[in-house]
């Protein structure tokens, strides 16, 4: 017996069979996926230290806007890139400095000219410049006429004690003169304080223990504690003593009222009083008696001597 078949049934099978391709595995991957699928480096267990810390400069670079556009990555990625980045100082913002012109070169030779033209510092000026150390100018009683026997005492107890550091200078202020006495010049120290002498010096239990048992010397001046002298009193003494140095004062022995003779030129052995007398031209005019008459007599100091 023969079967026959329905031949549209059996075109139907044929073609359910072309639509319904072979289904391949999920989890079978070809080599084309697995090329196109990124690698994570950075999750990477066998990555070296070196290579992660490379990994998270070149991500801080990019978080930065340093490099290209950053990528997806894991949380522990960007923690890690930020450290970094503030490790090497890359997190802090930049400010352009704005440019200056130098012109030093141009102000030197203005300069170098203003200190050609400067005048050189006053003595007076230096002797009373302050190092800003507490030192001080103190004034001293002593006994009149012995200023300089104390002045030569005190340096010696400051050498031998050590307080050269705190005790400075001491100094007797005097004058120069010209002294014209018995028809001879000669040039004498006149003393501006008599009974006074002047030390710079740092004021402590020390300093003014070594000053005031110096022989001659009879305490400081000021009511309880010694007081320092005003700085533009030392200075008008050291002035008085420079220009007295340059110019010396003339001092006579005779003053106006005073008899006195004449020692030589035309009118020699004459007697006569003193009538005026003029330091600066160290002139004196002498009333001499002749023909029953006082005459007006100019002369030298050196030509009378007082009776």
Do not use: C
Request: glycine share 6%.
């Amino acid at each position: 017996m023969t079967t026959e078949t329905d031949p549209n049934q059996d075109e139907q099978a044929s073609v359910d069979e072309s639509a319904t391709p072979a289904e391949s595995p999920v989890d079978d991957a070809t080599p084309a996926d697995d090329a196109a699928k990124p690698v994570d480096l950075l999750a990477s267990d066998e990555m070296t230290a070196a290579e992660r810390e490379y990994q998270a400069a070149l991500r801080a670079a990019k978080v930065l806007g340093l490099g290209g556009e950053p990528s997806a990555d894991t949380d522990d990625t960007d923690q890690e890139a930020s450290e970094l980045a503030a490790r090497l100082g890359l997190d802090q913002p930049t400010t352009a400095e704005p440019e200056t012109t130098d012109t030093s070169f141009f102000d030197e030779p203005e300069a170098e000219a203003e200190d050609e033209n400067a005048e050189p510092p006053d003595e007076d000026e230096i002797a009373l410049f302050d190092p800003g150390d507490g030192r001080n100018w103190y004034v001293l009683n002593t006994y009149s006429g012995h200023e300089t026997r104390v002045e030569k005492n005190l340096d010696r107890r400051i050498k031998s004690m050590d307080v050269a550091d705190k005790i400075f200078r001491i100094i007797v202020p005097t004058e120069e003169e010209l002294e014209i006495r018995g028809g001879q010049r000669r040039q004498v120290q006149r003393k501006l304080l008599p009974g006074y002498v002047l030390v710079e010096m740092i004021l402590d239990d020390d300093t003014w223990y070594v000053v005031r048992n110096t022989p001659g010397v009879t305490g400081f001046v000021g009511t309880e504690h010694p007081v320092p002298l005003p700085a533009h009193e030392v200075k008008s003494i050291l002035k008085q003593m420079k220009t007295g140095s340059a110019e010396p004062r003339i001092r006579v022995g005779f003053e106006i009222g005073d008899s006195v003779r004449v020692t030589e030129g035309p009118f020699d052995e004459f007697m006569g009083e003193v009538d005026e007398i003029n330091l600066e031209k160290g002139k004196v005019r002498v009333l001499i008696s002749m023909f029953g008459r006082e005459t007006p007599v100019e002369l030298d100091f050196i030509q009378v001597e007082k009776v």
